[in-house]
Protein backbone atom coordinates (compact mmCIF):
# COMPACT_ATOMS: atom_id res chain seq x y z
CA UNK A 1 0.00 0.00 0.00
CA UNK A 2 1.42 3.16 -1.04
CA UNK A 3 -0.37 5.74 1.53
CA UNK A 4 -0.07 9.20 -0.79
CA UNK A 5 -3.15 8.18 -3.04
CA UNK A 6 -3.13 8.79 -6.87
CA UNK A 7 -0.65 11.17 -8.15
CA UNK A 8 -1.64 15.14 -8.64
CA UNK A 9 0.03 17.79 -10.04
CA UNK A 10 0.65 19.18 -6.45
CA UNK A 11 2.84 16.10 -5.70
CA UNK A 12 4.79 16.34 -8.88
CA UNK A 13 5.35 20.19 -7.97
CA UNK A 14 6.59 19.16 -4.85
CA UNK A 15 8.52 16.32 -6.03
CA UNK A 16 10.13 18.59 -9.01
CA UNK A 17 10.85 21.58 -6.74
CA UNK A 18 12.76 19.03 -4.32
CA UNK A 19 14.88 17.40 -7.02
CA UNK A 20 15.75 20.94 -8.58
CA UNK A 21 16.83 21.87 -5.11
CA UNK A 22 19.47 18.84 -5.11
CA UNK A 23 20.34 19.06 -8.58
CA UNK A 24 21.20 23.35 -7.95
CA UNK A 25 23.20 22.11 -4.73
CA UNK A 26 25.49 19.31 -6.88
CA UNK A 27 25.70 21.58 -9.35
CA UNK A 28 27.27 23.87 -6.81
CA UNK A 29 29.35 21.35 -4.81
CA UNK A 30 30.48 20.23 -8.05
CA UNK A 31 31.44 23.85 -9.58
CA UNK A 32 33.76 23.93 -6.64
CA UNK A 33 35.35 20.67 -6.77
CA UNK A 34 38.59 20.26 -9.32
CA UNK A 35 42.10 18.41 -10.40
CA UNK A 36 42.66 22.57 -10.70
CA UNK A 37 42.92 24.00 -7.23
CA UNK A 38 40.39 26.95 -7.29
CA UNK A 39 39.72 28.43 -3.81
CA UNK A 40 35.45 28.69 -2.98
CA UNK A 41 36.36 32.40 -2.33
CA UNK A 42 37.95 32.51 -5.76
CA UNK A 43 35.06 30.48 -7.05
CA UNK A 44 32.80 33.09 -5.47
CA UNK A 45 34.32 36.25 -7.14
CA UNK A 46 34.21 34.27 -10.71
CA UNK A 47 30.55 33.80 -10.17
CA UNK A 48 29.75 37.35 -8.82
CA UNK A 49 31.98 38.20 -12.01
CA UNK A 50 34.97 39.69 -9.53
CA UNK A 51 37.58 37.37 -10.96
CA UNK A 52 39.18 37.19 -14.67
CA UNK A 53 42.14 35.18 -15.76
CA UNK A 54 42.72 31.32 -15.29
CA UNK A 55 40.59 30.93 -12.59
CA UNK A 56 37.66 32.12 -14.53
CA UNK A 57 38.36 29.64 -17.56
CA UNK A 58 38.55 26.82 -15.39
CA UNK A 59 35.01 27.55 -13.37
CA UNK A 60 32.91 29.52 -16.58
CA UNK A 61 34.35 27.75 -19.47
CA UNK A 62 35.69 24.33 -18.35
CA UNK A 63 33.52 23.24 -14.93
CA UNK A 64 30.27 24.90 -16.05
CA UNK A 65 29.81 23.30 -19.55
CA UNK A 66 30.58 19.79 -17.87
CA UNK A 67 27.93 20.61 -15.23
CA UNK A 68 25.17 21.65 -17.90
CA UNK A 69 26.42 18.63 -20.14
CA UNK A 70 26.01 16.22 -17.28
CA UNK A 71 22.48 17.18 -16.38
CA UNK A 72 21.39 17.28 -20.08
CA UNK A 73 22.56 13.96 -20.54
CA UNK A 74 21.54 12.11 -17.33
CA UNK A 75 18.34 13.83 -17.61
CA UNK A 76 18.52 12.74 -21.32
CA UNK A 77 19.19 9.02 -20.56
CA UNK A 78 17.17 8.42 -17.91
CA UNK A 79 13.53 9.77 -19.60
CA UNK A 80 14.90 7.44 -22.37
CA UNK A 81 15.38 4.73 -20.48
CA UNK A 82 12.18 5.05 -18.29
CA UNK A 83 10.27 5.42 -22.10
CA UNK A 84 11.53 1.82 -23.28
CA UNK A 85 10.66 0.41 -20.26
CA UNK A 86 7.04 1.54 -20.52
CA UNK A 87 7.25 0.89 -24.30
CA UNK A 88 8.35 -2.94 -23.85
CA UNK A 89 7.12 -3.48 -20.03
CA UNK A 90 10.33 -4.76 -19.28
CA UNK A 91 12.29 -2.69 -16.47
CA UNK A 92 15.63 -4.00 -17.74
CA UNK A 93 15.31 -2.32 -21.14
CA UNK A 94 17.95 0.44 -21.25
CA UNK A 95 19.48 2.68 -23.97
CA UNK A 96 22.93 0.80 -23.60
CA UNK A 97 21.38 -2.91 -22.67
CA UNK A 98 18.63 -2.51 -25.77
CA UNK A 99 21.76 -1.48 -28.04
CA UNK A 100 20.55 1.66 -28.69
CA UNK A 101 23.05 3.65 -27.45
CA UNK A 102 25.62 1.09 -29.52
CA UNK A 103 23.66 2.20 -32.90
CA UNK A 104 23.68 6.28 -31.84
CA UNK A 105 27.64 6.07 -31.30
CA UNK A 106 28.06 4.32 -34.39
CA UNK A 107 26.21 7.10 -36.25
CA UNK A 108 28.47 9.38 -34.84
CA UNK A 109 31.67 7.68 -35.12
CA UNK A 110 30.94 7.65 -38.66
CA UNK A 111 30.09 11.57 -38.71
CA UNK A 112 33.08 12.15 -37.19
CA UNK A 113 35.10 9.63 -40.10
CA UNK A 114 33.59 11.40 -42.73
CA UNK A 115 34.55 14.92 -40.96
CA UNK A 116 31.82 16.54 -39.59
CA UNK A 117 32.95 19.17 -37.39
CA UNK A 118 31.94 22.11 -34.80
CA UNK A 119 30.03 24.35 -36.31
CA UNK A 120 25.60 24.17 -36.42
CA UNK A 121 24.68 22.73 -39.27
CA UNK A 122 27.69 19.94 -38.40
CA UNK A 123 26.79 19.99 -34.93
CA UNK A 124 22.89 19.40 -36.01
CA UNK A 125 24.13 16.51 -38.90
CA UNK A 126 26.46 14.95 -35.83
CA UNK A 127 23.15 14.70 -33.88
CA UNK A 128 21.10 13.30 -37.08
CA UNK A 129 23.60 10.35 -38.09
CA UNK A 130 23.83 9.52 -34.10
CA UNK A 131 19.27 9.77 -34.13
CA UNK A 132 19.56 7.35 -37.88
CA UNK A 133 21.88 4.85 -35.64
CA UNK A 134 19.53 4.31 -32.58
CA UNK A 135 16.55 3.96 -34.86
CA UNK A 136 18.28 1.12 -36.99
CA UNK A 137 19.64 -0.38 -33.89
CA UNK A 138 16.05 -0.19 -32.00
CA UNK A 139 14.35 -0.94 -35.22
CA UNK A 140 16.69 -4.15 -35.65
CA UNK A 141 16.75 -5.26 -31.34
CA UNK A 142 12.30 -5.32 -32.19
CA UNK A 143 12.91 -7.28 -35.68
CA UNK A 144 15.23 -10.14 -33.72
CA UNK A 145 13.22 -10.17 -30.51
CA UNK A 146 9.67 -10.00 -31.37
CA UNK A 147 7.34 -12.66 -31.55
CA UNK A 148 3.48 -12.73 -32.47
CA UNK A 149 3.44 -8.76 -31.27
CA UNK A 150 4.73 -9.45 -28.12
CA UNK A 151 8.57 -8.90 -26.97
CA UNK A 152 9.55 -11.89 -24.31
CA UNK A 153 12.23 -10.51 -21.59
CA UNK A 154 14.91 -13.07 -22.26
CA UNK A 155 14.97 -12.01 -25.95
CA UNK A 156 14.96 -8.78 -25.72
CA UNK A 157 17.73 -8.44 -24.04
CA UNK A 158 19.50 -10.86 -25.68
CA UNK A 159 19.05 -8.90 -28.94
CA UNK A 160 20.15 -5.68 -27.47
CA UNK A 161 23.09 -7.52 -26.63
CA UNK A 162 23.64 -8.93 -30.14
CA UNK A 163 23.38 -5.57 -31.73
CA UNK A 164 25.30 -3.56 -29.24
CA UNK A 165 28.44 -5.88 -30.26
CA UNK A 166 27.47 -5.61 -33.77
CA UNK A 167 27.69 -2.52 -33.78
CA UNK A 168 30.66 -1.80 -30.86
CA UNK A 169 32.53 -4.19 -34.14
CA UNK A 170 31.45 -1.60 -36.66
CA UNK A 171 33.08 1.24 -34.31
CA UNK A 172 35.67 -0.70 -34.15
CA UNK A 173 36.22 -0.87 -37.91
CA UNK A 174 35.98 2.40 -38.53
CA UNK A 175 38.16 3.88 -35.78
CA UNK A 176 41.28 1.21 -36.69
CA UNK A 177 40.70 3.20 -40.53
CA UNK A 178 40.90 6.78 -39.39
CA UNK A 179 44.37 8.73 -38.31
CA UNK A 180 45.98 7.20 -35.01
CA UNK A 181 45.87 11.01 -33.48
CA UNK A 182 42.18 10.99 -33.58
CA UNK A 183 42.15 7.76 -31.97
CA UNK A 184 42.62 8.10 -28.53
CA UNK A 185 39.50 11.14 -28.18
CA UNK A 186 37.34 8.22 -29.63
CA UNK A 187 38.32 5.74 -27.37
CA UNK A 188 37.57 7.91 -24.35
CA UNK A 189 34.57 9.64 -25.38
CA UNK A 190 33.48 5.65 -26.49
CA UNK A 191 33.52 5.21 -22.66
CA UNK A 192 31.29 7.63 -21.82
CA UNK A 193 33.08 10.86 -21.50
CA UNK A 194 31.85 13.97 -20.17
CA UNK A 195 33.89 17.07 -21.68
CA UNK A 196 33.20 20.53 -21.61
CA UNK A 197 30.98 21.14 -24.56
CA UNK A 198 30.52 24.61 -26.53
CA UNK A 199 27.74 26.79 -26.41
CA UNK A 200 26.15 26.18 -29.44
CA UNK A 201 26.38 22.03 -28.60
CA UNK A 202 24.61 22.85 -25.14
CA UNK A 203 22.12 24.66 -27.03
CA UNK A 204 21.28 22.04 -29.76
CA UNK A 205 21.57 19.22 -27.09
CA UNK A 206 19.22 21.31 -24.92
CA UNK A 207 16.51 21.72 -27.67
CA UNK A 208 16.96 17.97 -28.24
CA UNK A 209 16.51 17.63 -24.81
CA UNK A 210 12.84 19.44 -25.18
CA UNK A 211 11.59 17.52 -27.58
CA UNK A 212 12.81 14.03 -26.97
CA UNK A 213 11.64 14.73 -23.30
CA UNK A 214 8.16 16.66 -24.53
CA UNK A 215 7.81 13.18 -26.62
CA UNK A 216 8.07 11.39 -23.46
CA UNK A 217 6.91 12.74 -20.71
CA UNK A 218 3.36 14.36 -22.83
CA UNK A 219 2.31 10.75 -23.48
CA UNK A 220 3.12 9.63 -19.48
CA UNK A 221 -0.92 9.26 -18.75
CA UNK A 222 -0.99 6.79 -22.14
CA UNK A 223 2.00 4.83 -20.83
CA UNK A 224 0.56 4.13 -17.93
CA UNK A 225 -2.98 2.66 -19.58
CA UNK A 226 -0.26 0.76 -21.80
CA UNK A 227 0.54 -1.39 -18.45
CA UNK A 228 -3.11 -2.63 -18.93
CA UNK A 229 -1.72 -4.46 -22.34
CA UNK A 230 -2.86 -2.71 -26.06
CA UNK A 231 -5.95 -4.04 -26.40
CA UNK A 232 -7.24 -3.23 -23.07
CA UNK A 233 -5.60 0.62 -23.43
CA UNK A 234 -7.31 0.32 -27.32
CA UNK A 235 -10.48 -0.49 -25.30
CA UNK A 236 -9.71 3.05 -22.96
CA UNK A 237 -9.22 5.15 -25.79
CA UNK A 238 -5.33 4.74 -26.39
CA UNK A 239 -3.94 4.50 -29.59
CA UNK A 240 -1.42 2.00 -28.76
CA UNK A 241 0.39 1.99 -32.26
CA UNK A 242 0.62 5.87 -32.21
CA UNK A 243 1.52 5.92 -28.46
CA UNK A 244 4.46 3.17 -29.40
CA UNK A 245 5.99 5.39 -32.36
CA UNK A 246 5.94 8.47 -29.88
CA UNK A 247 7.82 6.72 -27.59
CA UNK A 248 10.34 5.33 -29.45
CA UNK A 249 11.13 8.98 -31.72
CA UNK A 250 11.07 10.01 -28.33
CA UNK A 251 13.09 7.88 -26.65
CA UNK A 252 15.47 7.28 -28.85
CA UNK A 253 16.13 10.99 -29.87
CA UNK A 254 17.28 11.46 -26.04
CA UNK A 255 19.55 8.16 -26.62
CA UNK A 256 20.98 9.90 -29.29
CA UNK A 257 21.68 13.56 -27.98
CA UNK A 258 23.57 12.29 -24.88
CA UNK A 259 25.57 9.53 -27.30
CA UNK A 260 26.45 12.53 -29.93
CA UNK A 261 27.09 14.95 -26.88
CA UNK A 262 28.36 12.77 -23.97
CA UNK A 263 29.13 9.56 -25.66
CA UNK A 264 27.22 6.40 -24.61
CA UNK A 265 27.08 6.80 -20.98
CA UNK A 266 25.70 3.32 -19.61
CA UNK A 267 22.96 2.49 -17.00
CA UNK A 268 21.68 5.34 -16.22
CA UNK A 269 18.95 5.11 -17.89
CA UNK A 270 18.39 1.94 -15.51
CA UNK A 271 19.29 2.72 -12.24
CA UNK A 272 17.15 6.10 -12.24
CA UNK A 273 14.03 4.86 -13.29
CA UNK A 274 13.86 2.50 -11.48
CA UNK A 275 15.21 3.93 -8.27
CA UNK A 276 12.05 6.40 -8.67
CA UNK A 277 9.69 3.77 -8.90
CA UNK A 278 11.18 1.99 -5.90
CA UNK A 279 10.43 5.12 -4.10
CA UNK A 280 7.34 7.05 -6.07
CA UNK A 281 5.17 3.89 -7.21
CA UNK A 282 4.87 3.13 -10.94
CA UNK A 283 2.86 6.15 -12.09
CA UNK A 284 4.87 7.43 -15.24
CA UNK A 285 3.31 11.24 -15.05
CA UNK A 286 5.80 11.19 -11.94
CA UNK A 287 8.40 9.05 -12.44
CA UNK A 288 9.69 10.06 -15.89
CA UNK A 289 9.49 13.97 -14.91
CA UNK A 290 11.09 13.27 -11.94
CA UNK A 291 13.63 11.20 -14.03
CA UNK A 292 14.50 13.85 -16.39
CA UNK A 293 16.08 15.81 -13.24
CA UNK A 294 17.06 13.27 -10.91
CA UNK A 295 18.96 11.67 -14.48
CA UNK A 296 21.11 14.77 -14.24
CA UNK A 297 21.47 14.90 -10.57
CA UNK A 298 22.95 11.25 -10.50
CA UNK A 299 25.19 12.22 -13.86
CA UNK A 300 26.98 15.32 -12.58
CA UNK A 301 27.50 13.56 -9.16
CA UNK A 302 28.88 10.36 -10.76
CA UNK A 303 30.98 12.74 -12.93
CA UNK A 304 32.35 14.74 -9.97
CA UNK A 305 33.45 11.29 -9.12
CA UNK A 306 35.30 10.67 -11.92
CA UNK A 307 37.04 14.04 -12.43
CA UNK A 308 37.91 13.87 -8.60
CA UNK A 309 38.87 10.53 -7.65
CA UNK A 310 42.62 9.87 -9.14
CA UNK A 311 43.03 14.03 -9.68
CA UNK A 312 45.28 14.81 -11.77
CA UNK A 313 44.16 12.34 -13.73
CA UNK A 314 40.51 11.60 -14.83
CA UNK A 315 38.36 8.57 -14.69
CA UNK A 316 35.47 8.27 -17.60
CA UNK A 317 31.89 8.90 -16.11
CA UNK A 318 30.82 5.33 -17.74
CA UNK A 319 32.88 4.09 -15.67
CA UNK A 320 31.18 4.81 -12.71
CA UNK A 321 27.66 4.32 -14.18
CA UNK A 322 28.62 0.76 -14.86
CA UNK A 323 29.87 -0.09 -11.15
CA UNK A 324 26.73 1.13 -9.59
CA UNK A 325 24.58 -0.05 -12.62
CA UNK A 326 25.93 -3.50 -12.86
CA UNK A 327 25.31 -4.86 -9.45
CA UNK A 328 21.75 -3.19 -10.49
CA UNK A 329 20.70 -4.94 -13.32
CA UNK A 330 21.70 -8.34 -11.75
CA UNK A 331 19.73 -7.50 -8.72
CA UNK A 332 16.69 -6.42 -11.28
CA UNK A 333 17.19 -9.64 -13.32
CA UNK A 334 17.00 -11.55 -10.11
CA UNK A 335 14.20 -10.04 -8.24
CA UNK A 336 12.31 -10.69 -11.69
CA UNK A 337 12.96 -13.98 -12.37
CA UNK A 338 11.93 -14.93 -8.78
CA UNK A 339 8.78 -13.66 -8.93
CA UNK A 340 7.62 -14.33 -12.79
CA UNK A 341 7.83 -18.06 -14.09
CA UNK A 342 10.54 -18.43 -16.98
CA UNK B 1 -40.69 -1.61 -28.25
CA UNK B 2 -36.94 1.00 -27.11
CA UNK B 3 -34.93 1.84 -29.83
CA UNK B 4 -31.53 0.25 -29.96
CA UNK B 5 -28.57 1.22 -28.28
CA UNK B 6 -26.16 -1.26 -30.32
CA UNK B 7 -27.18 -2.55 -33.99
CA UNK B 8 -24.79 -4.89 -35.54
CA UNK B 9 -25.88 -5.47 -39.11
CA UNK B 10 -23.77 -7.87 -41.52
CA UNK B 11 -21.00 -8.07 -39.38
CA UNK B 12 -18.26 -9.82 -41.30
CA UNK B 13 -14.31 -10.28 -40.18
CA UNK B 14 -11.92 -12.40 -40.45
CA UNK B 15 -8.44 -12.35 -38.99
CA UNK B 16 -5.15 -11.23 -41.69
CA UNK B 17 -3.11 -13.37 -43.21
CA UNK B 18 -0.61 -13.22 -40.69
CA UNK B 19 -2.88 -14.39 -38.17
CA UNK B 20 -3.56 -17.11 -39.88
CA UNK B 21 -4.04 -19.15 -37.22
CA UNK B 22 -6.92 -17.67 -35.84
CA UNK B 23 -9.15 -18.35 -38.62
CA UNK B 24 -11.48 -20.47 -36.41
CA UNK B 25 -12.21 -17.05 -34.85
CA UNK B 26 -13.74 -15.71 -38.11
CA UNK B 27 -17.48 -13.73 -38.14
CA UNK B 28 -19.73 -13.93 -41.23
CA UNK B 29 -22.33 -11.81 -41.43
CA UNK B 30 -23.34 -11.35 -37.93
CA UNK B 31 -26.67 -9.31 -36.88
CA UNK B 32 -28.19 -8.35 -34.22
CA UNK B 33 -29.89 -5.56 -31.87
CA UNK B 34 -29.18 -4.49 -28.08
CA UNK B 35 -31.78 -2.60 -26.19
CA UNK B 36 -31.54 0.50 -24.28
CA UNK B 37 -31.40 -0.98 -20.71
CA UNK B 38 -31.34 -4.80 -21.90
CA UNK B 39 -28.88 -7.42 -20.22
CA UNK B 40 -27.75 -9.25 -23.45
CA UNK B 41 -25.96 -12.49 -23.42
CA UNK B 42 -23.57 -13.81 -26.23
CA UNK B 43 -23.02 -17.90 -26.03
CA UNK B 44 -21.23 -20.01 -27.81
CA UNK B 45 -18.33 -22.79 -27.87
CA UNK B 46 -14.60 -21.82 -28.43
CA UNK B 47 -13.49 -20.32 -30.96
CA UNK B 48 -17.28 -19.93 -32.25
CA UNK B 49 -16.22 -15.56 -32.31
CA UNK B 50 -17.33 -14.26 -28.61
CA UNK B 51 -14.04 -12.65 -28.18
CA UNK B 52 -14.11 -11.63 -31.61
CA UNK B 53 -17.62 -9.82 -31.32
CA UNK B 54 -16.13 -7.98 -28.25
CA UNK B 55 -12.86 -7.02 -29.92
CA UNK B 56 -15.27 -5.67 -32.84
CA UNK B 57 -17.89 -3.99 -30.35
CA UNK B 58 -14.90 -1.91 -28.77
CA UNK B 59 -13.06 -1.28 -32.03
CA UNK B 60 -9.76 -2.53 -31.51
CA UNK B 61 -11.14 -4.27 -34.63
CA UNK B 62 -12.91 -3.04 -37.68
CA UNK B 63 -15.23 -5.08 -39.48
CA UNK B 64 -14.55 -5.87 -42.98
CA UNK B 65 -18.02 -5.88 -44.52
CA UNK B 66 -21.29 -4.76 -42.09
CA UNK B 67 -21.55 -2.08 -39.55
CA UNK B 68 -21.85 -1.19 -36.18
CA UNK B 69 -23.88 1.38 -34.73
CA UNK B 70 -24.01 2.48 -31.07
CA UNK B 71 -27.39 4.95 -31.48
CA UNK B 72 -27.63 5.36 -35.03
CA UNK B 73 -23.62 6.07 -34.98
CA UNK B 74 -21.36 4.34 -37.09
CA UNK B 75 -18.53 3.15 -34.60
CA UNK B 76 -16.08 3.29 -37.38
CA UNK B 77 -16.84 7.40 -37.86
CA UNK B 78 -15.55 7.58 -33.99
CA UNK B 79 -12.50 8.30 -32.21
CA UNK B 80 -11.53 5.57 -30.01
CA UNK B 81 -11.90 7.73 -27.04
CA UNK B 82 -15.52 8.54 -28.46
CA UNK B 83 -15.80 4.75 -28.38
CA UNK B 84 -14.50 4.47 -24.87
CA UNK B 85 -16.96 6.81 -23.66
CA UNK B 86 -20.08 5.02 -25.10
CA UNK B 87 -19.08 1.34 -24.54
CA UNK B 88 -16.63 -0.12 -21.75
CA UNK B 89 -14.93 -3.73 -21.79
CA UNK B 90 -14.28 -5.21 -18.51
CA UNK B 91 -11.63 -7.30 -19.79
CA UNK B 92 -11.32 -11.58 -18.39
CA UNK B 93 -7.68 -10.34 -16.94
CA UNK B 94 -4.71 -8.11 -16.07
CA UNK B 95 -1.37 -8.68 -17.30
CA UNK B 96 0.78 -10.43 -14.07
CA UNK B 97 2.39 -8.34 -12.17
CA UNK B 98 0.37 -5.28 -12.87
CA UNK B 99 1.55 -2.79 -10.54
CA UNK B 100 -0.75 -0.23 -9.66
CA UNK B 101 -3.30 0.32 -6.90
CA UNK B 102 -7.35 0.02 -6.97
CA UNK B 103 -7.50 3.29 -7.35
CA UNK B 104 -4.74 4.42 -9.86
CA UNK B 105 -7.06 1.31 -11.98
CA UNK B 106 -10.08 3.48 -11.60
CA UNK B 107 -9.10 6.56 -12.58
CA UNK B 108 -7.33 5.13 -15.47
CA UNK B 109 -11.46 4.64 -16.79
CA UNK B 110 -11.57 8.30 -16.62
CA UNK B 111 -8.90 8.80 -19.59
CA UNK B 112 -11.24 8.65 -22.58
CA UNK B 113 -13.52 11.68 -20.66
CA UNK B 114 -10.73 14.27 -21.46
CA UNK B 115 -7.70 12.36 -23.09
CA UNK B 116 -5.52 15.71 -23.46
CA UNK B 117 -5.24 15.95 -19.18
CA UNK B 118 -2.27 15.04 -17.37
CA UNK B 119 -3.27 14.44 -14.23
CA UNK B 120 -7.47 13.49 -13.64
CA UNK B 121 -9.47 16.39 -12.40
CA UNK B 122 -11.51 16.68 -9.03
CA UNK B 123 -14.66 15.48 -11.10
CA UNK B 124 -12.91 12.37 -12.15
CA UNK B 125 -12.07 11.46 -8.63
CA UNK B 126 -15.22 12.04 -7.32
CA UNK B 127 -16.33 9.67 -10.39
CA UNK B 128 -14.02 6.86 -9.62
CA UNK B 129 -14.98 7.20 -5.87
CA UNK B 130 -18.34 6.83 -6.56
CA UNK B 131 -17.75 3.93 -8.82
CA UNK B 132 -15.60 1.86 -6.07
CA UNK B 133 -18.56 2.62 -3.95
CA UNK B 134 -20.81 1.38 -6.17
CA UNK B 135 -18.90 -2.06 -6.82
CA UNK B 136 -17.52 -2.54 -3.28
CA UNK B 137 -14.03 -1.99 -3.46
CA UNK B 138 -13.89 1.48 -1.88
CA UNK B 139 -11.66 0.00 0.87
CA UNK B 140 -9.24 -1.67 -1.50
CA UNK B 141 -8.58 1.54 -2.71
CA UNK B 142 -5.10 1.89 -1.80
CA UNK B 143 -4.67 -1.70 -2.72
CA UNK B 144 -1.99 -2.80 -5.29
CA UNK B 145 -4.00 -5.08 -7.60
CA UNK B 146 -1.43 -7.91 -8.08
CA UNK B 147 -1.90 -8.90 -4.43
CA UNK B 148 -5.81 -8.91 -4.60
CA UNK B 149 -7.79 -12.05 -5.05
CA UNK B 150 -9.12 -12.56 -8.49
CA UNK B 151 -12.69 -12.16 -7.33
CA UNK B 152 -11.71 -8.78 -5.80
CA UNK B 153 -9.63 -7.76 -9.14
CA UNK B 154 -12.37 -8.52 -11.17
CA UNK B 155 -14.76 -5.88 -9.30
CA UNK B 156 -11.91 -3.18 -9.48
CA UNK B 157 -12.29 -4.01 -13.40
CA UNK B 158 -15.67 -3.53 -13.07
CA UNK B 159 -14.98 -0.39 -11.11
CA UNK B 160 -13.00 0.70 -13.50
CA UNK B 161 -15.71 0.54 -15.92
CA UNK B 162 -18.63 1.83 -14.73
CA UNK B 163 -16.38 4.42 -13.47
CA UNK B 164 -15.86 5.46 -17.22
CA UNK B 165 -20.00 6.41 -17.37
CA UNK B 166 -20.40 4.47 -20.32
CA UNK B 167 -23.65 3.67 -22.42
CA UNK B 168 -22.73 0.04 -22.64
CA UNK B 169 -20.88 -2.64 -20.81
CA UNK B 170 -19.35 -5.28 -22.59
CA UNK B 171 -18.11 -7.75 -19.83
CA UNK B 172 -16.02 -10.75 -21.14
CA UNK B 173 -16.82 -14.12 -20.01
CA UNK B 174 -16.92 -12.45 -15.76
CA UNK B 175 -17.41 -15.70 -13.92
CA UNK B 176 -14.47 -18.03 -15.50
CA UNK B 177 -12.21 -17.31 -13.19
CA UNK B 178 -14.56 -17.03 -10.17
CA UNK B 179 -15.89 -19.43 -7.32
CA UNK B 180 -19.66 -19.64 -6.51
CA UNK B 181 -19.53 -16.96 -4.09
CA UNK B 182 -17.49 -14.44 -6.42
CA UNK B 183 -20.18 -15.43 -9.12
CA UNK B 184 -23.14 -14.95 -6.96
CA UNK B 185 -21.59 -11.38 -6.17
CA UNK B 186 -21.06 -10.49 -9.48
CA UNK B 187 -24.61 -11.28 -10.59
CA UNK B 188 -26.06 -9.38 -7.37
CA UNK B 189 -23.78 -6.41 -8.88
CA UNK B 190 -24.79 -6.81 -12.70
CA UNK B 191 -28.34 -7.02 -11.81
CA UNK B 192 -27.98 -3.68 -9.46
CA UNK B 193 -26.22 -1.65 -11.90
CA UNK B 194 -28.66 -2.69 -14.76
CA UNK B 195 -32.00 -1.63 -12.51
CA UNK B 196 -30.75 1.41 -10.40
CA UNK B 197 -28.36 2.89 -13.90
CA UNK B 198 -30.26 1.19 -15.96
CA UNK B 199 -27.06 0.51 -17.67
CA UNK B 200 -27.20 -1.82 -21.20
CA UNK B 201 -25.07 -4.83 -20.43
CA UNK B 202 -23.41 -7.17 -22.68
CA UNK B 203 -22.61 -10.40 -21.14
CA UNK B 204 -20.24 -12.74 -22.99
CA UNK B 205 -19.93 -16.27 -20.98
CA UNK B 206 -19.50 -19.98 -21.35
CA UNK B 207 -21.48 -20.14 -18.31
CA UNK B 208 -25.23 -20.76 -19.84
CA UNK B 209 -26.80 -21.13 -16.67
CA UNK B 210 -24.84 -17.48 -15.40
CA UNK B 211 -26.09 -16.13 -18.83
CA UNK B 212 -29.52 -17.68 -18.68
CA UNK B 213 -30.29 -16.33 -15.12
CA UNK B 214 -29.48 -12.70 -16.03
CA UNK B 215 -30.05 -11.76 -19.63
CA UNK B 216 -33.02 -10.61 -21.28
CA UNK B 217 -32.09 -12.12 -24.51
CA UNK B 218 -29.28 -14.05 -25.34
CA UNK B 219 -27.60 -15.17 -28.77
CA UNK B 220 -25.86 -18.48 -29.18
CA UNK B 221 -23.22 -18.09 -31.36
CA UNK B 222 -21.42 -21.51 -33.34
CA UNK B 223 -18.32 -20.94 -35.93
CA UNK B 224 -18.82 -17.17 -36.23
CA UNK B 225 -22.30 -17.35 -37.09
CA UNK B 226 -24.83 -15.83 -34.82
CA UNK B 227 -27.07 -19.28 -34.23
CA UNK B 228 -30.29 -17.75 -32.48
CA UNK B 229 -31.18 -14.68 -30.78
CA UNK B 230 -34.30 -14.68 -28.01
CA UNK B 231 -34.78 -14.67 -24.63
CA UNK B 232 -33.09 -17.64 -22.82
CA UNK B 233 -36.11 -19.55 -22.85
CA UNK B 234 -36.19 -19.76 -26.94
CA UNK B 235 -32.35 -19.86 -27.18
CA UNK B 236 -31.30 -22.71 -24.95
CA UNK B 237 -33.17 -25.39 -26.21
CA UNK B 238 -31.97 -28.92 -26.38
CA UNK B 239 -31.64 -29.59 -30.26
CA UNK B 240 -30.09 -26.40 -30.87
CA UNK B 241 -27.76 -26.50 -27.98
CA UNK B 242 -26.48 -30.01 -29.19
CA UNK B 243 -26.15 -29.27 -32.64
CA UNK B 244 -23.74 -25.89 -31.48
CA UNK B 245 -21.96 -27.97 -28.68
CA UNK B 246 -21.46 -31.20 -30.40
CA UNK B 247 -22.76 -32.66 -26.88
CA UNK B 248 -25.37 -34.13 -25.55
CA UNK B 249 -27.28 -31.80 -23.19
CA UNK B 250 -30.68 -31.94 -21.22
CA UNK B 251 -32.49 -28.12 -20.58
CA UNK B 252 -34.28 -28.37 -16.94
CA UNK B 253 -35.58 -25.46 -15.32
CA UNK B 254 -33.62 -23.16 -11.97
CA UNK B 255 -35.95 -24.54 -9.44
CA UNK B 256 -36.23 -21.03 -8.06
CA UNK B 257 -35.99 -18.47 -11.24
CA UNK B 258 -37.75 -21.00 -13.38
CA UNK B 259 -34.62 -19.58 -15.90
CA UNK B 260 -33.81 -22.93 -18.11
CA UNK B 261 -30.62 -24.60 -16.83
CA UNK B 262 -28.20 -26.66 -18.84
CA UNK B 263 -26.94 -29.90 -18.10
CA UNK B 264 -24.24 -31.93 -19.44
CA UNK B 265 -25.10 -35.28 -20.45
CA UNK B 266 -21.36 -37.14 -19.69
CA UNK B 267 -20.17 -39.68 -21.78
CA UNK B 268 -19.90 -43.39 -19.79
CA UNK B 269 -16.48 -45.13 -20.68
Given at each position: MRPEGPASSARLALLLGGLALLVLLIALGSLFIGSARVPPRDVLAVLTGHMKGVDQVVVLSLRLPRILAALLAGGALAVAGAGFQALTRNPLAEPSVLGVSSGAAFGVVLAQVMGLGGGLLETLGLAACAFAGAVVAGVAVYLIAARAGALPVHTLLLAGVIVGIFFSSTITVLISIVDFDRLGGIVHWLLGNLSPIPPRSLAVFTALLAVGGWLVIGAARRLNLLTLGEENAAQLGVDAEALKRRIFAGAALLTSAAVAFAGPIGFVGLIVPQALRLVLGPDNRLVIPAALLAGGAFLLLADTVARNVIAPAELSVGVITAFCGAPFFVYLLRARTDTTPP | MTAPLVACRGVTFAYGAREA????FTLRDVSFEVRAGEMFGVIGPNASGKTTLVRLLSRVLTPAAGRIEVDGTDLGALSRAAVARQISVVPQTLPSGFPYTVEELVLM?????????FFESEADRAAARRAMEAVGVLDLR???????SGGERQRALLARAIGQEPRLLVLD??????DLRYQAECAGLLRRLNRDRRLTIVLVSHDLGFAAELCDRLMLMAAGAAVRVGPPESVLEEAVLEAAYGCRVIVDKHPISRRPTVHLVYPTA
Open positions: - | SRAAGRYPRAPHRGAVLDRLEPSAHL
